[in-house]
């Protein structure tokens, strides 16, 4: 079975701090892994893909096959980053698989 | 439209009525979800539709609770006998399941609220 897990429900940073969300996954295959953000009053969106290999508003995410884990991480947080994030696991040609979500706020 | 679209945006119901809710995917979507967001809570899995595949259902809290998808396209979330427990967001999604790159795309989401 497929299973996101996201330790933190809720987690609270200091402006210019380093932040990290923990995104752990349990598959046995090769998933494909994202993060979704939703700032307030917005919809849920795209941030990033690890195939993408790609630093979004400064934000990066690594695959770590070894501890199956794909944490998201910024070294500096800005208030602008306060929103809800999920990780989410995808079998190539089937479902996307949400974790229940972090709520990050950036305090100034 | 470019998005995916829910309507009603919000709706106020009382206990005991029924409710549908409806999701527009992206044109070309094969798959559609619907999940459920309550009030400080994150994503709670409902229902996911693939082409003509039996749905899968596991996430779907109680018999009170169907989910439709016609045409491969439109699908509409029905609530029976709602009970104020039932107040939330639904969000619906769609992707396109069988390319390299796939993402899914959500819709704003219909706030229900039970009265």
């Known amino acids: 079975a497929q299973r996101v897990t996201q330790p933190e429900k809720l987690l609270s940073v200091f402006k210019g701090a380093p932040v990290e969300l923990k995104c752990n996954y349990s598959?046995?295959?090769?998933?494909?892994l994202f993060w979704y953000v939703q700032y307030s009053r917005q919809r849920l969106q795209l941030l990033l893909r690890h195939i993408s290999r790609e630093s979004i508003k400064g934000f990066t995410a690594d695959l770590n096959k070894g501890e199956t884990s794909f944490h998201l991480k910024k070294p500096f947080a800005q208030e602008e980053d306060s929103a809800m994030y999920y990780c989410a696991l995808v079998r190539k040609g089937n479902q996307f698989y949400f974790g229940t979500g972090t709520s990050l706020t950036v305090i100034p | 439209g470019a998005g995916v679209s829910q309507s009603p945006s919000n709706k106020v119901t009382e206990k005991g009525k029924d409710v549908e809710l409806r999701c527009d995917p992206i044109s070309g979507h094969t798959a559609l979800y619907w999940y459920r967001q309550s009030l400080g809570q994150g994503l709670e899995f409902l229902i996911y539709?693939?082409?003509?595949?039996?749905?899968?259902k596991s996430g779907l809290p109680s018999d009170r609770f169907s989910a439709e998808r016609t045409g491969g396209s439109v699908s509409t979330l029905t609530i029976q006998r709602t009970q104020q427990e039932d107040s939330a967001v639904y969000l619906c999604?769609?992707?396109?399941?069988?390319?390299?790159?796939?993402?899914?795309?959500f819709g704003q989401g219909t706030r229900l609220t039970v009265v």
């Open positions: 598959y046995s295959g090769s998933p494909e």
């Open positions: 999604a769609s992707s396109p399941t069988v390319t390299l790159n796939t993402e899914a795309f």
């Open positions: 539709f693939q082409g003509n595949s039996a749905p899968d």
